[in-house]
């Protein structure tokens, strides 16, 4: 282990020196680092990009170790025990195997050059020979949530949905797509129609129309040719003429199961298919329909408080746009469950009736207002033992009435006003999964987790002033306080040792911090001063002190010193949530004010601290200004000269650096200050970047991602 941390590969180069991973794929990862937090590795696995045993293999070329695939390991118990619980969940490590013969202990861990961490682990193994081994940081999380805290969660139940190829419609690598001869390619781009008809004029004149249009164009004169034809291939839009021989409606079913957002049209006439005169003719009174009944249902409202009206058809509008399907389809599915939603509290009483009694009575509702007959069969499909059915063939009626299903159970056993957390995902994600096959269709429940993972990652995508800093001398205290608001978004850092806490504060200046101390009103207020007097004043930025609740009352004085606020322990963490996200607001607004006030005025100024490079460029990009930025390094008084043309780069010096490469050696100062002054087109210099500002600030995250991992940012 005699690789040093500042002559390390980057982690990216290998990934791709290796073949492991493309530069498309790291660009996507980075991007998706700087929003969310965590490491490019983790990113990278999140989203599929590589698996656990590709990342370890990179990992171990680039710290010069073994490495450990944790994911397929069932670890003893014997061993488990080994680390005591507080220290591995505090220190981020797992043991997974003890040699006898050689009093040899190994653990997976994150940082396999720490020697301190040996020495720590060593000692609390009672003299046990530690051998250090890089893990995947989510597969390394998994395992310790799993042995360490009892919950019963995989690897797989971390990452996002693994999606097949063929549902991305073609092979996503782009060197293999241009070596191919041009006429191939521009054949693969086009979208493509099948044609079902039997017509000998109007069906070669439809073909010529849609392949005149840019559209490939298959013609077929049989419902059961069709069928066998999209078993092997997958089509834009499937058009079927009414007078076709064979099961047309199994070839609706069908291309419902292997291809939903396929749109299906089936025609009388090509007057009536350019027209669009097939659509159902009682959509429009059904619309009125269903405002009257809306209407009346509403006067109910207040016999029923806890009514959740309208939750289950907004969630099903979504999750039909989640499943891609059909405008047609999707409008009917999703009136259905408007309309099941509002008829169910219509016919409620004492909660004596159960779900299926309040389907039976809605569904006999729309008979006798003489609803379509679809949407009565919708409901009726509610419910149902699939028992694995419907492998080849897929009725609108079973799939919308299984969509109502899964919504109407999630709006039924989840508060729907109220943010999802990770902890309550994690647990309906393996439930439906379970059901799959019985209760749900498979591909209603991968999308279902999909949607509400699209949700639950843009509640936690906070973005600025989310990162917190927290200490503790106990660990036991520090990780339900961490783990709650990671679940609610943070981005969190914790330490148990005062000098670590007070040399990262310094380092990554936290938006916010969190002390979680006991001890009198002496022992605190001579930590508090500890601090200032190292150079990590309270005032730096909002600090909450969490005390015994018995202390609570005797700490205020120390709101005096510069303390956000004072939180006893003994009371629900919704309240430390709550005052975070008010200081968070509060943060947000004031950068607003800031940035509003800049393009208002003739000139501005700030600190990198405040409004950093990347954020000030993104800021005046889209305003389409014409300025000249000056950003001033205070170590070696450098300067960064900028100017931006209709919100665009066109010059960056910075010594001898020019365009892009000045940008990107000013994106990773941490500290200095900038100013920015309006000025004509006509005082512009020559250009010396055409690279666009997007292009410019991802590769200068990159860049600045480097300088974290090697301990060099300034």
Request: glycine share 6%; net charge negative.
């Amino acid at each position: 282990m005699t690789n040093n941390s500042s002559q390390r590969i980057r982690l990216d180069e290998i990934l791709v020196k290796e073949g492991l991973i493309s530069e498309a794929q790291i660009k996507e990862a980075l991007m998706r680092q700087k929003a969310h937090g965590g490491k490019l590795g983790s990113q990278l696995m999140y989203h599929r990009y590589i698996d656990e045993a590709g990342l370890v293999r990179a990992l171990a070329i680039q710290f010069g170790c073994e490495g450990v695939v944790l994911s397929p390991l069932n670890i003893p118990e014997a061993v488990v025990k080994l680390i005591p619980s507080k220290v591995a969940v505090a220190r981020r490590v797992m043991p997974f195997d003890y040699d006898p013969e050689n009093n040899l202990l190994k653990i997976a861990c994150e940082t396999p050059t720490d020697q301190s961490l040996i020495n720590e682990l060593g000692f609390v193994a009672r003299g046990k020979k530690i051998k250090l081994y890089i893990a995947a940081e989510l597969a390394l999380n998994t395992a310790i949530t799993r042995y360490y805290q009892g919950r019963n969660i995989t690897l797989e139940d971390r990452l996002l949905l693994e999606i097949p190829d063929d549902a991305t419609g073609g092979d996503n690598d782009d060197t293999v797509v241009q070596s191919e001869d041009a006429t191939a390619e521009t054949e693969k781009s086009q979208p493509e129609i099948l044609l079902v008809t039997d017509e000998e004029y109007s069906g070669p004149l439809l073909q010529s129309l849609f392949e005149r249009d840019g559209y490939q164009v298959t013609v077929t004169d049989s419902a059961d040719e069709a069928i066998e034809i999209t078993e092997s291939k997958s089509f834009k839009a499937v058009l079927i003429k009414d007078t076709v021989p064979g099961d047309y409606i199994d070839l609706i079913d069908r291309l419902r199961k292997s291809s939903p957002s396929t749109s299906v049209h089936y025609y009388e006439s090509v007057s009536s298919l350019i027209l669009a005169s097939n659509a159902p003719s009682g959509e429009p009174s059904l619309l009125d329909k269903n405002l009257e009944l809306f209407s009346s249902l509403l006067g109910l409202k207040s016999e029923h408080p806890d009514n959740h009206a309208g939750a289950v058809g907004s969630y099903v509008d979504r999750l039909c746009a989640q499943m891609k399907l059909p405008v047609k389809d999707s409008s009917v599915i999703t009136n259905a469950a408007y309309l099941h939603d509002l008829s169910r509290h219509y016919y409620q009483d004492d909660g004596s009736r159960d779900q299926k009694s309040w389907i039976a009575l809605s569904a006999k509702l729309l008979a006798s207002l003489e609803f379509s007959p679809v949407i009565v069969g919708i409901l009726k499909s509610m419910y149902k033992d699939l028992d694995n059915k419907y492998t080849k063939r897929l009725p609108i009626e079973v799939l919308g009435g299984n969509i109502l299903t899964i919504v109407d159970l999630y709006c039924e056993t989840i508060n729907v006003h109220e943010k999802l957390s990770l902890d309550r995902f994690d647990a309906i994600k393996k439930k439906c999964r379970e059901l799959s096959g019985r209760l749900f269709l498979p591909e209603v429940v991968e999308s279902f987790i999909a949607m509400l993972q699209t949700e639950v990652l843009h509640d936690q995508a906070i973005g600025k002033y989310g990162q917190i800093m927290l200490f503790a001398r106990n660990a036991g205290m520090l990780y339900p306080i961490e783990r709650r608001l990671q679940n609610e978004g943070f981005r969190t850092i914790s330490q148990l040792s005062r000098d670590s806490f007070i040399d990262l504060c310094k380092r990554s200046d936290p938006d916010m911090a969190i002390l979680i101390l006991d001890g009198d009103f002496n022992t605190i207020e001579q930590f508090v001063e500890g601090l200032e007097k190292d150079g990590v004043p309270v005032t730096a930025h909002p600090t909450f002190l969490i005390v015994p609740g018995h202390a609570a009352k005797s700490m205020t004085p120390l709101l005096d010193r510069g303390i956000e606020d004072i939180i006893p322990g003994d009371v629900s963490l919704d309240m430390l949530v709550s005052k975070l996200r008010k200081v968070q607001n509060r943060l947000q607004l004031q950068d607003s004010q800031l940035m509003s006030d800049q393009q208002t005025s003739a000139g501005s100024h700030g600190r990198i601290a405040d409004l950093n490079l990347i954020d000030l460029l993104q800021a005046l990009g889209p305003s389409r200004r014409t300025v000249k930025i000056t950003v001033t390094s205070p170590s070696d008084g450098r300067e960064l000269i900028m100017y931006l043309a209709n919100g665009n780069i066109s010059y960056a010096r910075l010594g001898d650096l020019e365009g892009a490469q000045a940008v990107y050696e000013a994106i990773t100062w941490a500290e200095g200050s900038w100013s920015v002054q309006p000025v004509s087109t006509d005082e512009l210099p020559p250009a010396n970047n055409s690279r666009r500002n997007e292009d410019i600030l991802l590769e200068g995250c990159r860049l600045m991602d480097e300088r974290v991992r090697a301990g060099r940012l300034l």
